[in-house]
């Protein structure tokens, strides 16, 4: 039988609900498969430091590095931020855990399901017959990394901060191959988001997917820049198809995204490195929310974006590309059948509002 070792990083806020859903899920997959999933859990962000002092104990990165994957939840939230900032969560156990495994490449599949057209807050002809968006988003450089990064207080009593946009061509060159190689396999079609008109960066960012797309004649490429690219996601969704950006421009783009599918509680995200030479990759996946404080411990998040990221895991990191398939088509039809978390809720005919554990039980019913 196939034997599989993923580090588990629940994490804060709603990332322990959601992912007690996603391993039950897998539980249900390995059964059904004959397939073995050993859970390794780790203390990770707001948990880590409750726990042990630190948002990212040596223990977790050993953890992930002896793992074939890491499923990760969500980390931060208020009881964290007033720590200085390269102890809080996000900056000190996300990130660090990004840029340790190298995981430049983001995707990020935004997906409104026909039967989920009435939670869209868009036009309801402007999402029908198929809003299907990938996200290509780069994940470790740009501002999150770029040095200088500081906080100063002048002579003169005032504060300078300093946030360093950096990236190298090769760094844009890597991504620019992983959008057009997704491309080839979708609707062929990539669309780039910069500020060319505006930033050096974007200017190199621009020139380099121009040059990369010759390798690419079968897909188009288009530019848009960020601010426009903001506005036609909301008055064309159905125009894009895959969209690639840089960090910061990815991370804003991703949750309009997310909320034109519906809700940001849907949108599952695969965080990649260089391929393994198997076609494989190690990887970390995770919701793109975060650990919605709002509704953390009422039992009532959306979890299906973890069991979708959960799916992601499968294909790219284990190359279960059946199992993958059989959990989306679960959670499709959990959703065809109108169960909704609150988030998803619309009050349309035919649908029900449900809690977390009830759309975790009813995608293993549906496997
Ligand atoms: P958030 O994504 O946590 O929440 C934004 C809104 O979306 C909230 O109304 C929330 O209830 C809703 N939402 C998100 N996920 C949901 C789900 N699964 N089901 C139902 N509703 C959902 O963003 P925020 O409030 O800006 O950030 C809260 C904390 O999460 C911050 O500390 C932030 O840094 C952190 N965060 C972490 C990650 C991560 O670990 N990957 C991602 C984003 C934000
Ligand atoms: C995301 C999150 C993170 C990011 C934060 C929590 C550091 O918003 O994964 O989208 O900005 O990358
Ligand atoms: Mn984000």
């Not at 002896?66 to 964290?80: E, M, Q, R």
């Not at 064309?236 to 804003?252: C, H, K, M, Q, Y």
Request: glycine share 10%; hydrophobic share 45%; with cysteine.
């Amino acid at each position: 039988s196939r034997k599989y070792t993923l580090a588990v990083l629940p994490g804060d806020g709603i990332g322990p609900e959601v992912m007690a859903e996603a391993l039950k899920v897998l539980d249900a997959v390995a059964a059904r498969s004959g397939i073995e999933f050993t859970y390794n859990h780790q203390l990770v962000g707001g948990a880590a430091i409750d726990a042990v002092g630190k948002a990212l104990p040596a223990e977790t990165v050993a953890a992930c590095e002896a793992s074939d994957a890491i499923l990760f939840g969500s980390v931060g939230g208020p009881k964290w931020e007033k720590l200085p900032p390269n102890e809080q969560p996000e900056r000190g156990a996300l990130l660090p855990l990004r840029k340790h495994f190298g995981l430049f490449a983001n995707l990020r599949p935004g997906i409104c399901y026909p039967a989920l057209t009435s939670s869209s807050p868009i036009r309801p002809d402007l999402v029908e017959g198929g809003f299907d968006v990938l996200c290509v988003r780069e994940l470790t450089g740009g501002m999150y990394f770029g040095q200088p990064k500081s906080r100063t207080t002048l002579p003169d009593g005032d504060i300078e901060v300093i946030d360093t946009m950096v990236y190298k061509k090769s760094e844009i060159v890597r991504i620019a191959h992983v959008a057009f190689k997704a491309a080839q396999l979708r609707r062929k079609h990539v669309t780039s988001v910069d500020k060319a008109n505006v930033l050096t960066n974007s200017v190199l960012w621009r020139e380099t997917m121009v040059e990369v797309a010759k390798e690419y004649p079968d897909v188009t490429l288009a530019h848009l820049y960020v601010d426009n690219a903001a506005m036609q996601l909301i008055k064309a969704p159905r125009s894009f198809d895959v969209l690639v950006t840089e960090n910061l421009f990815g991370d804003i783009l991703s949750d309009e995204m997310a909320m034109i599918a519906g809700s940001l509680g849907m949108l599952a995200s695969a965080s990649l490195g260089k391929p393994k030479g198997d076609g494989l990759y190690f990887g970390l996946f995770e919701p793109s929310g975060g650990t919605a404080p709002d509704i953390a411990g009422m039992g009532i998040a959306n979890p299906i974006a973890q069991i979708l990221s959960s799916a992601l895991l499968l294909r790219f990191a284990l190359g279960l590309e059946k199992e993958a398939a059989s959990i989306e088509s679960a959670v499709k039809k959990v959703i065809d059948d109108g169960l909704r978390t609150g988030d998803i809720f619309s009050g349309a005919p035919g649908t029900r509002k449900v809690n977390t554990k009830e759309i975790g039980e009813a995608v293993i019913a549906a496997l």
